[in-house]
């Protein structure tokens, strides 16, 4: 069974300065890899995805994620966060009849 | 377009009480499925269906009922609530029956609380 395993629970972070999100993956068949984003008292709405071809993917608001198939991660990056960037950030993996999510990192910016 | 609707919104149950969270959407989406949010677990799926008349459980079924009679509406009935059935409900949909890479669109979210 496919499974998704985000490191960091809560990731804190000051205005302006990059973030990485980590995501780890476990599947024995092709995959295809999400990262989703939650604002405060919302739904979740779909930052960006991996398919196949380039594993530089580039998504909304400026957020990009690698897809690194030796590693089986895919590591959500933002080379500089705004307040507005808090949120709680969803990694999933989908096989053919549902979606896996992982438990979620909220990310915290700093003044 | 109004996407994934959620009613209602928010909700208080006394234990033992029964009520249906209803799920429409505008989209023709076969794929619809329900989630449960719950701090530090992430988002468990609850039930799921791949089209109308088609139903099946995901992680946490117990407890909770689906049916699936129309291609646009998917309600989660609680037979019996619970406390620990307090949480805050996410009905989600997709085009594909084969889900694989298609993006999941969400709905606002019910809160509820049994008491």
């Known amino acids: 069974a496919q499974s998704v395993t985000q490191l960091d629970s809560q990731v804190p972070v000051f205005e302006e300065a990059p973030v990485e999100l980590r995501c780890n993956y476990s599947?024995?068949?092709?995959?295809?890899l999400f990262w989703y984003v939650q604002y405060p008292n919302q739904g979740l709405q779909l930052l960006l995805k991996y398919l196949s071809g380039s594993t530089l993917v580039k998504g909304i608001n400026g957020f990009e994620a690698e897809f690194n198939k030796s590693q089986t991660s895919f590591h959500l990056r933002k080379p500089s966060v705004h307040i507005s960037d808090t949120a709680e950030y969803f990694c999933?993996?989908?096989?053919?009849?549902?979606?896996?999510f992982g438990k979620g990192t909220r990310l915290h910016i700093l003044p | 377009n109004a996407g994934v609707t959620q009613t209602p919104k928010f909700q208080v149950l006394k234990t033992g009480q029964s009520m249906t969270l209803q799920c429409a959407q505008d989209m023709n989406h076969e794929y619809m499925s329900w989630y449960r949010q719950d701090p530090g677990m992430g988002l468990r799926l609850i039930h799921y269906?791949?089209?109308?008349?088609?139903?099946d459980q995901g992680e946490v079924p117990n407890g909770y009922n689906v049916s699936r009679s129309t291609t646009e509406d998917f309600p989660l009935r609680l037979l019996s609530a619970a406390p620990s059935q307090t949480s805050v409900y996410f009905c989600?949909?997709?085009?594909?029956?084969?889900?694989?890479?298609?993006?999941?669109?969400f709905g606002e979210g019910s809160w509820l609380t049994v008491v």
């Open positions: 269906s791949v089209g109308a008349g088609i139903t």
């Open positions: 999933a993996v989908s096989e053919t009849k549902k979606i896996i």
């Open positions: 989600a949909s997709s085009y594909s029956l084969a889900l694989s890479g298609n993006t999941i669109y």
């Open positions: 599947s024995s068949v092709s995959v295809y």
